[in-house]
């Protein structure tokens, strides 16, 4: 059983802090890359968005997959 001596609990609350640390920093730390790279695909969405609106006059000329083609091989070059 654990005494009143309040020097017991110094270690202990540090096993415990220890114990929740390891067991719940890696997925806080997981969820933010998961979280970024949400935001990195919404954003590549929305610039290859606005590159297709930009480049609709010439999809009749060059065809759809040529277009497809440029702004991905933009997207990439990035």
Do not use: H
Request: charged share 30%; aromatic share 14%; hydrophobic share 45%.
């Amino acid at each position: 059983m654990i005494s009143d001596e309040p020097t017991v609990y110094v270690p202990l609350g540090l096993c415990v802090a220890y114990l929740a640390w390891r067991f719940f920093a890696p997925s806080f730390f997981m969820n933010r890359e998961v979280a970024r790279y949400a935001r990195m695909d919404a954003q590549r969405e929305y610039e290859r968005g606005k590159l297709a609106e930009a480049l609709a006059p010439l999809e009749p000329k060059v065809g759809s997959y040529e277009v497809e083609a440029a702004i991905d091989r933009y997207l990439d070059g990035r």
